[in-house]
C-alpha cells in the first residue's frame, strides 16, 4: 500500500512492489526539495537500464556505463585545484594545482599523435631542470645543455646535410661540405694538434687513384715562416 502522513516531515511508503511515476500524456516531472533528494548509501539512479547509472556509498561517487560517458558541457568542464584525474590506478594520472599541470606515469608515457606533436614558440622542452632544455623561437631551434651534449647513435652516422655549415663561435670558424669536397675555413689561425707521442701522429693522405697530389697552398701574403 502507499501511506502518506500529514506530519512535518511527511513520507511516502511503498511496501511490496515497484513504485512507478509518471506523467498521462505529456509534460515532465520535477523534484523540487528545499534543500536536496538524498538517495541511500550504495543505492543506483539507473538509466534505461542496470548497465547505466549513478551511485554513491557515502565515501565514492560511481558512475556506470554499459559504453562511454560523454560529458557533453557547452563550456568547460571543470576540475578542482589538486584533484587528479587518474586512469587504472593513482600511478597514471593528470593533475593540476591552478599553475602546473602534471602528467604522471608509473611507465612509460606514449604520446601517440596521428600527425605532430606542436610545442608553442618560445616555448621550452626541459630535461630535468631549465639548464637542460630544447625550444624555438618560430625560426631557430635552440638545444641548451648544463654540461656536454652527447650525440650517441646505436648505429650508423650523425648526418649533417650538404651545403649546411657546423660553427663554432660564429659563421667564420666553420665545417662545411658540398657533398663532394669538405672545407674548414678560420678567419683566424687553423691549429691540427695531436698529443700523442708516436710517428706519424697527425697524417694527411690520399686513399684512392695513382695520380693524386697533396697540395698546402698559401694564395695569399708574402710573408715567410715555419
Known sequence: GISIDGTAASNLTVTGGNLTMST?????????????VQVASGKKIQFADSGE???????????????????????????????????????????????????????????????????????????????EKIESDGTNLTINSGAD???TCAT???????????????????IEGDGTDLTMAS????????????????RIYTGSGTAETIAIQNVQGTATGD
Not at 498521462?24 to 536536496?36: D, K, R, W
Not at 556509498?57 to 556505463?65: A, F, I, Q, R, V
Not at 678567419?187 to 697527425?202: P, Y
Request: aromatic residues 4%; proline residues 3%.
Open 156 to 174: 650508423g652516422d650523425v648526418n649533417i646535410p650538404a651545403d649546411i655549415g657546423l660553427t663554432f663561435g660564429g659563421d667564420n670558424q666553420k
Open 53 to 131: 547509472y549513478v551511485s554513491g556509498n557515502g565515501t565514492n561517487l560511481t558512475l556506470g556505463s554499459g559504453a562511454d560517458i560523454n560529458l557533453t558541457a557547452t563550456s568547460d568542464i571543470n576540475i578542482p585545484s589538486a584533484v587528479g584525474l587518474t586512469f587504472g590506478d593513482d600511478g597514471e594520472k593528470i593533475e593540476g594545482d591552478g599553475t602546473n599541470l602534471t602528467i604522471a606515469s608509473s611507465g612509460l608515457l606514449n604520446l601517440t599523435a596521428t600527425s605532430d606533436i606542436v610545442i608553442p614558440t618560445n616555448v621550452g622542452l626541459h630535461f630535468t631542470d631549465s639548464a
Open 149 to 151: 651534449i652527447n650525440l
Open 187 to 202: 678567419s683566424g689561425n687553423l691549429n691540427i694538434l695531436s698529443t700523442v707521442n708516436e710517428v706519424h701522429a697527425i
Open 24 to 36: 498521462v500524456t505529456s509534460g515532465e516531472m520535477y523534484l523540487t526539495p528545499v534543500n536536496f
